[in-house]
């Protein structure tokens, strides 16, 4: 119910991801008899709230939150460096991996900037994602994964924009419209640490989520959310120049915010503090 809530209170524009995080979620932690662990992709350009929808799953479940010592966050170009070290990072992975899930069997692994992540080394986890009963004594259906990345977000965007050209609301367009398409742009993209990944290929992801451009109303709704949780009175006139700041494409429809609602805390620094 939390998880609902918040991502109908906190998440805007993302009609998709709040309707499949939720049942993806949910069902998983109601299943005794999960055959695999869940496995989640969430895939949109910067700032539309990835990283968001993984804390808020992570405080759906863990008290603590992404602060929880079951909760693991990998990010690409921290963790994983240096192209020439893969096996030493596979080696790593697997080995941290099996001693959490030894250790509490609901953990969730976050793994963000799939995008930059060296072709290959996700798919040392490919046995933890499978549909196996136990490996060497250890069963990994409880667990969780979300992965992040900005890869398949042209595709997101181009479903996006032919809606919006035809006349059509956003809130028309369904998970069927686009994800077959994001699974296949993805798997043939060099740089989406998915590229040729067995992982897609032997159907071990169970939702790409797709994450749909930011608008302008959408912008707004995050602005007037930021300054109410600092505790300020909102200004209309402040918020619609901060909005108005922001840069916005195709350019010249200007439709969609390029930065999503990512750069709204710095701008908010500049006016309030």
């Not at 695999?36 to 949109?44: E, V």
Request: hydrophobic residues 40%.
């Amino acid at each position: 119910a939390a998880l609902q809530e918040n991502l109908e209170k906190k998440l805007f524009g993302q009609h998709l991801v709040s309707k499949v995080v939720v049942k993806a979620v949910k069902g998983f932690l109601n299943n005794s008899n999960a055959k695999k662990p869940l496995a989640l992709s969430l895939h949109g350009w910067t700032g539309t709230g990835k990283n968001f929808v993984s804390k808020i799953v992570a405080e759906s479940i863990y008290k603590r939150g992404l602060h929880s010592k079951y909760v693991h966050q990998f990010v690409a170009t921290l963790h994983f460096p240096h192209a020439h070290s893969i096996n030493v990072y596979k080696d790593q992975l697997q080995s941290w991996i099996r001693g959490n899930v030894s250790i509490c069997p609901r953990s969730l692994f976050i793994f963000d900037e799939m995008d930059k992540m060296h072709a290959g080394l996700i798919d040392s986890i490919k046995p933890f994602l499978d549909y196996y009963e136990l490996l060497d004594g250890v069963s990994y259906r409880q667990a969780i994964f979300i992965f992040l990345s900005n890869a398949g977000a042209e595709k997101i965007t181009e479903v996006a924009l032919d809606f919006w050209r035809n006349g059509r609301s956003r809130e028309d367009i369904q998970l069927t419209d686009i994800q077959n398409a994001l699974s296949v742009s993805v798997f043939n993209n060099k740089n989406s640490g998915f590229w040729h990944s067995t992982l897609i290929d032997r159907n071990l992801i169970d939702y790409f989520v797709p994450f749909l451009p930011l608008e302008y109303k959408h912008v707004k709704k995050c602005i007037r959310v930021e300054i109410e949780s600092r505790g300020y009175t909102v200004d209309e006139d402040i918020l619609t120049r901060i909005a108005d700041e922001m840069t916005y494409f195709p350019r010249e429809e200007r439709i969609y915010s390029d930065k999503g609602c990512k750069t709204v805390d710095a701008k908010l620094d500049y006016y309030y503090d």
